[in-house]
């Protein structure tokens, strides 16, 4: 096989794997809360999977890019807790958040945080 066809071979299978690499998508996050410095966390449930783990995101207030696997993807929720409070959760359908991104260019949330 000719040494050119090779690599071009190598390389077509390469981008095809990097384009199929989990169905990942970028997102543009800001969540909030009222009052700040509460701890913000993110979970996408998949298809098979009814106990996520929560990924730590930072203090509020939090504003970031994040990278979601979709691929299978049946809900994605954000929860904000802090001592002394009630911890607050918001659940979007993964075709809800996608589309709710789409709309505004970012996901905002800005929960209150009710005293126990």
């Not at 000719?2 to 996050?29: D, E, H, P, Q």
């Not at 009222?34 to 509020?60: H, R, S």
């Not at 696997?69 to 918001?90: H, M, N, W």
Request: net charge positive; charged share 25%.
């Amino acid at each position: 096989m000719n040494a050119y066809l090779k690599i071009a071979l190598v390389i077509a299978t390469c981008l095809t794997l990097a384009a199929c690499g989990g169905n990942k998508r970028s997102f543009a996050v800001n969540v909030h809360s009222d009052p700040l410095g509460a701890y913000a966390l993110m979970q996408v449930k998949y298809k098979g999977d009814e106990n996520p783990e929560w990924i730590y995101l930072g203090p509020t207030p939090v504003v970031l890019d994040k990278s979601v696997r979709f691929d299978g993807a049946t809900t994605v929720s954000l929860k904000v807790i802090r001592p002394g409070f009630y911890e607050q959760v918001k659940t979007w359908k993964a075709k809800e958040f996608v589309r709710e991104h789409k709309k505004f260019k970012k996901i905002s949330w800005v929960p209150n945080m009710v005293k126990q």
